[in-house]
């Protein structure tokens, strides 16, 4: 599990220079940090890493590596010549997201020599998805030059682009699900108020992408706004629900909890799910 | 699809796209619809909007320093009660003999959640008194 995957890269013969390989994996470790940061200073989230139930967090992991590879083709900034680039390119951001975990806990006094293995595995688990997300995008220069981001862009279909909006919807969901504001938010909230939030969800949503996105560049079938709304912003915000729900799952959210409770909580977490689902197919 | 059948007959490939957006947005649109539709009338047919707190036995066990009861609480109501505390005294002829008590952060409306009190005396021999005693809104 703890390999090294800078070696790996080092030691293989590539047509990339070393300072280039050492840089991209640099750039992994930034991205990483930037964006796990907040998730390892949560004590929610050093929490869950002993009491969220194993098979759903080896489920989480076992995910976590084809979305990276998926992440690596559709929004990696090299042009990745075949799928065994792709699942390498998941694999040592995979790995960079461990080393970083590890490391970072450690040095927060986060990861003791009184705790058990499995304590110890199960919290740099549990930030390990965000981390690597954090670090295939940080490392999107992986050995391989950026000259050909625009034809990627170009060549972007519509199941890509939803890819990325649930990217971006997951991505926020792990940073907020833990906490327990987020569940609190769900209880003090009525169903009316759920409603409401679910219709502001959608708003915010197509006003993101219409406002920043929709000047003629979007490469789908010229259907005007009616169908963007349709075909971004409803399916974009059902994949923030589904994400939510997933999430929630993952984390323990939805055990013994009424349906209507589950639903509250969904659009809770729904609503930064889909402003992160805009934004990432405006970033991305 | 190749770039040379996009190219050649831009119709068909615009056509399959639609199929495939108008699929995924009728799927997306059904499962939008069902939620507010199940929050609308979740909404419209609640009846109560406060807790209604109940705990049952759920089993005895003996561990290292007494006896581990666990408890099932639930609520019964549409209301979600915080800092919710259960009650249990173990009582043989109308006498107490032991009491504990357990703090629930949350018990969210129409939902369980799992504790345990752990007792010196052995509950299966006493009669067990199970309450609620408080709780805040969240």
Redesign the interface.
Known sequence: MDMDPGKAERTEPGDKRIPDVLRGLGRGFGGALLFALPLFMTMEMWWLGFYIERSRLVLLLLLNLPLLALLSHHAGFERTKCWQDDVRDGVIAFGIGLITCGAILSVLGLLGANMTADEIVGKIAVQTVPASIGALLGSSQLGADSAQVEEHTETRT??SQ?FLMFIGALFLELNVAPT?EM??IS??M???H??AL?VLS?IVMHGFTYALEFTGTAP??D?GSR?AF??FT??G???A??GSLYVLWTFGRTQ??????I??A??VLGFPASVGAAAARLIL | MGQAEHSRDRTQS?LK??T??WV??S???V??AA??G???F??FT?AD?DPDPLAVVKSVTPVSNGYRMEISARNKGGG?A?NIKFRAELRSEGRSVESADVTF??L???????GAFIFENDPRGYNVVLQAESYTA?
Not at chain 1, 256 to 261: A, F, L, N, P
Not at chain 2, 108 to 114: A, N, V
């Open positions: 519509y199941l939803l327990e569940v609190l209880y003090k009525t169903e009316w759920a409603v679910i959608i789908m079938p259907t169908g349709f075909f409803v399916v915000y059902a994949i629900i589904g013994d909890v009424s349906w209507t409770q639903a509250i969904a659009s | 615009t796209g639609a495939l957006e995924v947005a799927v997306a649109g499962i939008v939620m507010l199940f929050l609308l979740q909404a609640k909007a979600t915080a952060s949350y969210p409306s129409h939902s369980k959640r799992q969240p």
